[in-house]
């Protein structure tokens, strides 16, 4: 039942004030890193109460987590989008998606200035680019279909993983100067997990077809997992005593 005291509110009104609390949630963490960042100067930030934020979150933990939730969901949107139409396409797209989201960046590459230390509990680990069981079908069936090499799932889900996280280390680790924009990093690594990976041969118009059919069904299962989960951590429905 309704927790005694407490009248229902919109569901829209609570809606807006947690994105809104998450919008100056993300702006503080990204200035001052999560260590740094107070529920106190979050509520001041987004213009609630202190309390407010608890009628949504019990815990700064649980709040970072429905923030990582959301850049992961808005990712996964623009990526889908986009229409990827082949793995390669997907994969490029992946990645720029995650160099221009620095949280989610930030994750999976446990920078420590900006996640603290979250980086030592791992709390934050399923927030950044866990695709699930969703994308090991998909590999299955890109296999199926030629359009990756002959291995099990887990193998490539391997090389993917290696690939990805490599480009994505890469700009922390040379000078400034020698650093590439983001789309030809993610150019780079698009065109590696390709020769990685890849079939090795031109596919059928059918199979052209059914690898891009393959692959936007991937990116909805994905995504309507990420979006129930983010749903779940908004706080925006009434609490059961």
């Given at each position: ?47 609630v109460a202190k309390g407010t934020i ?94 990756v090499r002959d291995a099990p799932a ?55 077809e059914a690898v891009a059919r393959a ?27």
């Amino acid at each position: 039942m309704v927790r005694a005291g407490r009248p229902p509110q919109d569901p829209a009104r609570q809606l807006e004030r947690a994105h809104r609390i998450l919008d100056a949630a993300a702006e503080l963490v990204l200035r001052w890193g999560y260590d740094k960042t107070t529920i106190d100067d979050v509520a001041k930030a987004a213009g609630v109460a202190k309390g407010t934020i608890y009628l949504h979150w019990r815990t700064r933990d649980d709040l970072f987590a429905a923030l990582l939730r959301r850049e992961r969901v808005r990712m996964l949107a623009e990526v889908r989008a986009s229409g990827p139409a082949t793995p390669r396409e997907l994969f490029e797209r992946l990645a720029l998606g995650l160099l221009r989201r620095p949280l989610l960046k930030a994750v999976l590459l446990s920078d420590s200035e900006v996640l603290g230390k979250l980086t030592r509990r791992k709390r934050a680990s399923a927030g950044a680019l866990d695709l699930g069981p969703g994308f090991e079908r998909y590999l299955r069936e890109l296999r199926a279909l030629g359009a990756v090499r002959d291995a099990p799932a887990a193998d490539l889900g391997i090389v993917i993983g290696s690939v990805l996280y490599g480009f994505l280390f890469l700009p922390t680790a040379v000078p400034e100067p020698a650093r590439q924009p983001d789309e030809k990093i993610a150019a780079l690594l698009a065109d590696t997990l390709d020769r990685a990976i890849g079939g090795g041969r031109t596919p059928t118009a059918g199979e052209a077809e059914a690898v891009a059919r393959a692959t936007l069904d991937c990116l909805d299962a994905v995504e309507e997992v990420a979006a129930h989960k983010l749903t779940a951590s908004l706080g925006t429905e009434e609490r059961v005593s």
